[in-house]
């Protein structure tokens, strides 16, 4: 195997969230199959295809100035929840940036680790909401629609999910974000 295929198949293992999914890149890993990581991240593809349209749990998370977003309060909004890497939060400064005047717009980080999201805040100047997950309340798993993190999911005005999805797919972390910016912005409209 070369060192770019080792490099995304170890990427792949990192991104995924869910010991199944880390199983599969695993076992794609060691036997050094890239043709099946593509076949793997597409089944990953067609089960965030299926969640498209479909309601979005209940959830209740309260965010750093002491405001609560909730399901009810989510109604009528576009909301991006990013489950965060440290890494990827200067790529959707521009998308937060170019949407949070519109009333009708919410965007909030999801992590288990706020030292970190805030320490990269601090060292690119950003202010971005954010809430903190407790594995009590809700896991990063079942939020992010099994798709672990780093990862998205849009809910569109209705809290029913418009578009999930990994931010790692074959080894690309660019691929993500144009469609990410198209489905907000064709919602927002």
């Known amino acids: 195997m070369n060192r770019r295929a080792y490099l995304v198949c ?9 010991a199944k999914a880390q199983d599969q890149i695993y076992t794609t890993y060691a036997q050094g199959s ?3 990581m593509v076949k793997d991240q597409r089944a990953v593809d067609a089960r ?11 959830f209740n998370l309260a965010v750093q100035n002491g405001k609560h977003i909730t399901t009810a309060s ?16 200067v ?3 521009g998308i937060y940036k170019d949407c949070v005047k519109n ?18 805040m601090n060292k690119n100047k950003m202010q971005l909401p954010y809430t903190f ?9 079942q939020m992010s629609l099994d798709n672990g993190y780093p990862s998205f999911v849009i809910l ?29 912005s064709k919602i927002l409209k």
Request: hydrophobic share 45%.
């Open 133 to 141: 997950i407790s594995p009590m309340t809700y896991t990063m798993e």
């Open 74 to 89: 989510s109604a009528g909004k576009v909301s991006l929840f990013f489950f965060w890497t440290d890494y990827e939060i």
């Open 156 to 184: 569109d005005k209705q809290t029913k999910v418009a578009l999930s999805g990994t931010v790692w797919r074959f080894g690309n972390d660019e691929a993500w974000l144009p469609e990410v910016k198209e489905v907000i």
């Open 48 to 58: 965030n295809a299926a969640h498209i349209g479909q309601d979005y749990q209940p």
């Open 103 to 120: 009333r009708d717009f919410q965007m909030v980080f999801i992590t288990y680790d706020t030292v970190g999201l805030k320490l990269q």
């Open 34 to 36: 890239i043709t099946q």
């Open 10 to 18: 170890l990427l792949m293992l990192l991104a995924c969230g869910t």
């Open 91 to 93: 790529k959707l400064q």
